[in-house]
């Protein structure tokens, strides 16, 4: 009589905590699924991971990734034909290696790549030679390579991080020469701190307006000014239907002071009325890019150092402007 007395008790304890707004809440959903693979969703390749040696360097490749219902939609650059690769099935596995296992795909010891660090690695085949990790709460993209080698039959060619294309900064640029008083460029102003950029581009043209006859062509370098600019016509007038700017921002102006890296992809949407419509998509690890409400300006930031704008001055302000050094 007692025990059903108190199971009494505490179902009418467990209604009134519903009703109260303090039931106990729900497990929160585990690593292994807070990353579900889903078809409709878009990664892009933004940052180098590991590099086999043999291969040279590989830095992020900035391949687009769209996933489908039963495979993966390749593609490596505005310029290449789309790849489909089939997958028999969306689902995260147990990682096949063992560390001894793991370690045979490496050339040297001094090369090996300690994956197991990261804890519990999840799995998800591609190809015979390609595949997506989960590596705590991040979606990496691994490629292994077939080498002439009796003991290393494989090798890890390059793994790096894959991030949400709905996570990456976009903007849109008009270009319309003959019916605007803007310049007929597609700035993207750089707020943060450096002694130099170097970017190189494909179609169109780069421009430096701050230099004596204007420092056009597929490669610049900017060490004056804030602004990497764009142009769609190249030196006969043709209107480029997009380009990959590839940048690299140094400070102490040398080579080896390398700060960030990224790349801005630029296609055509439509062109209709002597009007042509561009987005700029940005892939960096480490940067943003946002288009200013009230000035239409496009501007590239370090969202960890980045304090925005003196209202005074209208300058960009910088976590590094603000620490003493010596």
Not at 26 to 37: D, G, K
């Amino acid at each position: 009589m007692l025990k059903k007395k108190i199971s009494v008790l505490i179902l009418v304890f467990s209604v009134l905590m519903v009703f109260c707004g303090c039931a106990p809440s729900l497990p929160a959903e585990s690593e292994e699924n807070s990353a579900i693979i889903k078809p409709g969703t878009t990664y892009i390749g933004a940052k180098a991971i590991f590099s086999g040696s043999l291969f040279g360097f590989c830095g992020p490749t900035y391949t687009r990734y769209e996933i489908t219902e039963d495979s993966v939609v390749c593609k490596y650059s505005v310029y290449s034909e789309e790849k489909v690769l089939p997958v028999e099935k969306w689902e995260w596995q147990e990682f096949p290696y063992s560390e001894e296992e793991w370690n045979e795909l490496f050339l040297v010891p001094e090369e090996i790549f300690d994956i197991f660090q990261y804890g519990k690695i999840m799995y998800q085949p591609i190809t015979e030679l390609s595949s997506f990790l989960l590596v705590d709460g991040e979606i990496w993209c691994m490629n292994i390579t077939p080498v002439n080698d009796e003991n290393h039959p494989f090798l890890v060619h390059s793994i790096e991080l894959l991030l949400p294309e709905d996570s990456i900064g976009k903007a849109l640029f008009e270009y319309a020469p003959a019916m605007s008083s803007k310049e007929p460029f597609f700035d993207f102003e750089m707020r943060v701190d450096f002694s130099r950029i170097s970017a190189s581009g494909g179609e169109g043209r780069l421009v430096d307006v701050d230099k004596p006859y204007f420092q056009l062509g597929h490669n610049i370098v900017i060490d004056d000014h804030d602004f990497i600019r764009w142009s769609p016509a190249d030196y006969d007038g043709n209107i480029a239907a997009g380009c990959e700017i590839n940048f690299a921002i140094f400070q102490n102006g040398d080579n080896t002071s390398w700060v960030y890296d990224g790349k801005i992809i630029i296609e055509k949407i439509k062109s209709e009325n002597g009007k042509t419509l561009y987005e700029a998509t940005l892939i960096s690890p480490d940067l943003l890019m946002k288009t200013d409400e009230n000035t239409g300006r496009i501007y590239i930031f370090d969202p960890d150092t980045y304090l925005g704008d003196d209202e005074e001055t209208g300058e960009s302000r910088n976590f590094w402007d603000f620490v003493p050094f010596g």
